[in-house]
């Protein structure tokens, strides 16, 4: 059975950068029908999706998030991250990693959606 | 950014009822919706993808339909495990975006 474990601080300063790395196992991050997803959801709030890396390392942003994000994949590792820069405590969230599956040929238009999810991991933003 | 905007924010219902929750999108989206249910403290889970298709594991009693810009998510039957809040997502077009959330509370 397919696992994504999210892994990295809980705790991060105002204006530092956030840094997240999630694990695959029970599956290849290689997958050529798969995309690997981030999303975080503020504590009471609704959900937001991030940006998501194929393995060859072609990335989808959120447009409002582009400028702070940087993704990367090791499939040697089998593991995808994330870091979001200048973090304010409206960065302030659980985040989740996530399969992305596609139906067509990107993760941004058309059939697709998040199939198997990682048990999310709190950050928090403060001094 | 094509906004997703759910109905009722929340409901209660009693075991074996029809529960119903709507979604609707800002532009014309096609049937590129997706319906999730989360519990709390938990991830979300995909139950609906391209607005109707049931995903692999996922009781017979969730339903999905609709297109373009009305979507609808019906649970037949509502059993004691499907209070939850649930969240329908649009795959049209970048950035993907999720509606605010229905939470589905036990009558």
């Known amino acids: 059975q397919l696992q994504l474990q999210e892994s990295g601080p809980g705790l991060v300063k105002p204006s530092e950068t956030l840094s997240l790395t999630c694990t695959v196992s029970?599956?290849?991050?290689?997958?050529?029908?798969?995309?690997w997803g981030w999303l975080r959801q503020p504590p009471g709030k609704g959900l937001e999706w991030i940006a998501s890396?194929?393995?060859?390392?072609?990335?989808y942003h959120n447009p409002s998030l582009e400028s702070r994000i940087t993704m990367s994949v090791d499939t040697s590792k089998n593991q995808f991250s994330v870091k979001l820069s200048s973090v304010t405590a409206a960065d302030t969230a659980v985040y989740y990693c996530?399969?992305?599956?596609?139906?067509?040929?990107?993760?941004?238009?058309?059939?697709?959606?998040?199939?198997?999810w990682g048990q999310g991991t709190l950050v928090t933003v403060s001094s | 950014d094509i906004q997703m905007t759910q109905s009722p924010s929340s409901l209660s219902a009693s075991v074996g009822d029809r529960v119903t929750i709507t979604c609707r999108a800002s532009q014309s989206i096609s049937n590129y919706l997706n319906w999730y249910q989360q519990k709390p403290g938990k991830a979300p889970k995909v139950l609906i993808y391209?607005?109707?298709s049931l995903q692999s594991g996922v009781p017979s009693r969730f339903r999905g339909s609709g297109s373009e810009t009305d979507f609808t998510l019906t649970i037949n039957n509502v059993q004691p495990e499907d209070f939850a809040t649930y969240f329908c997502q649009q795959s049209s077009r970048r950035p993907l975006t999720f509606g605010g959330g229905t939470k589905v509370e036990i009558k």
């Open positions: 890396i194929y393995h060859t390392g072609s990335t």
């Open positions: 391209a607005a109707s």
């Open positions: 029970g599956g290849s991050i290689s997958s050529s029908r798969y995309y």
């Open positions: 996530a399969r992305h599956f596609r139906d067509g040929a990107t993760v941004t238009t058309g059939i697709n959606w998040f199939d198997f």
